[in-house]
Every structure is written in C-alpha cells, then in structure tokens.
C-alpha cells in the first residue's frame, strides 16, 4: 500500500526528445518529491508538490501532483546529455520518505 | 556553506569486521536518515531519527546500528551480523519531520 511505483525502469531517448516518467500508489500522499542522481552522487531534489492538481516547473523539468493523490508525473523537455541519470520520486508516510526505484534514464549519441 | 557530509567517500573492510560511516549536516535540521541502496533496489530507509537520543528503525534495520547524540551527527555502524554489507549508503536531513530531504554523497562500502 505504501509502495512507490515508477514507470517506466528505464528509458533510452535521443538527444532532443521530451521525456515522460510517472510515480503511482495505491494510497494517498500529501506531497510528491523528485529526486535526481548522477552515477555515485547522492540524489539532488528537483521539485516538490504539495497540493493535488499542483503542477510545478523548474527549468525544462515539469512535475504535477496527480489530481487522485496517488500519483505525479514528470517531464522533462528538449533532452541533453546532462540529463542522464536516474529519477526518484518519494513521498512521506507518518514519519517517514519513502522511494520508488527510480527511472534510468539513456540518451543516445 | 551549509550542507551534509558523509565519509569515507569508499570504505573497504575485511568481513567480520564492524564499521561506522560517518553523516554530519550544519543545516540545523532536526531529522537524519539512512538509506542503503543496491542496483535496482531503490532507496531502501534502514534507520532515522527525529530529534536528539531518539531514533526509529526503518524497513531494513537488522546488522544496523545508529546514535543520535548530538543534533548535526547519526553516524551508521554496519555489524558483523549484516548478512550483506556491500552497497552504497546515502545519509539525508530534513527541517522536522518527512520533509523534502537533502542528501549527502554517499559512502561506498565494500565488504571483502
């Protein structure tokens, strides 16, 4: 129930391209966080929701807190090779974060 | 500047033996976490805490063990008794509470 389920595990694009991922739960959450990691970093925040319906841009990257409370989604526009890595949303539960597995994200040469 | 820090950056130690990673933020943020992480796993929260001399156990506390005796420290000692020590741990901070947390860099253990 608590659960974080991101889709999809990963992602091969072309330089260029928009991107779409998603972050689902059978449950309610009252706040949906994305995270960002580079290989052997620690994962940076890239926007946090707080509101349903909520949509949220910074920079290229656009999230919306699902209007349901079970899910958001994030997009990211006109890709470059900076944005390799891998995308993390998290929510909390009592006192808690909790993850989903994260998103790998490839654009090709 | 303000941040977290963890160290060592790598960390290799021979099986049996126990060590302790070390997580320091001068945020001023009253709650620490620790999460391990395997390839494809996610981020998995193995302790937090809080407030000072208190701490929880998270999903996968066995072979762990944390402090919390002052408000910018929670260092994390893997023991013996971790069936599986080698992974990557990342340490965060919030202002109170399950907040948007800022992460350090991460130690990476490796068990030989």
């Known amino acids: 129930g608590q659960q974080l389920n991101q889709s999809p595990q990963s992602m091969f694009i072309q330089e260029g391209e928009d991107v779409s991922m998603n972050c689902t739960s059978s449950?309610?959450?009252?706040?949906w966080l994305w995270y960002k990691q580079d290989p052997g970093e620690g994962p940076v925040l890239l926007i946090a929701?707080?509101?349903?319906?909520e949509l949220t841009s910074n920079g290229r990257l656009t999230a919306q807190f699902g209007i349901t409370r079970k899910d958001s989604f994030l997009n990211i526009s006109a890709s470059i090779p900076s944005d390799v890595g891998i995308y993390f949303c998290?929510?909390?539960?009592?006192?808690?974060?909790?993850f989903g597995k994260g998103t790998r994200l490839h654009i090709l040469p | 500047d303000g941040g977290i820090t963890q160290s060592p950056k790598y960390l290799f130690r021979k099986e049996g033996q126990n060590v302790t990673l070390s997580c320091e933020q001068n945020?001023?943020?009253?709650?620490m976490y620790w999460y391990r992480q395997d390839p494809g796993q996610g981020l998995r929260l193995i302790y937090y805490?809080?407030?000072?001399?208190?701490?929880q156990k998270g999903d996968i506390a066995e072979g762990y063990s944390v402090s919390r005796e002052k408000k910018e420290s929670f260092p994390l000692t893997v023991t013996s008794a971790q069936k599986n020590p080698t992974a990557f741990y990342l340490c965060?901070?919030?202002?109170?509470?399950?907040?948007?947390?800022?992460f350090g860099q991460g130690t990476r253990l490796t068990v030989v």
């Open positions: 965060a901070s919030s202002i109170w509470g399950p907040t948007e947390a800022f």
């Open positions: 449950s309610i959450f009252n706040t």
């Open positions: 929701l707080y509101k349903a319906g």
């Open positions: 998290a929510s909390n539960r009592d006192d808690k974060i909790i």
């Open positions: 945020l001023n943020h009253d709650a």
């Open positions: 805490s809080q407030i000072v001399n208190d701490f």
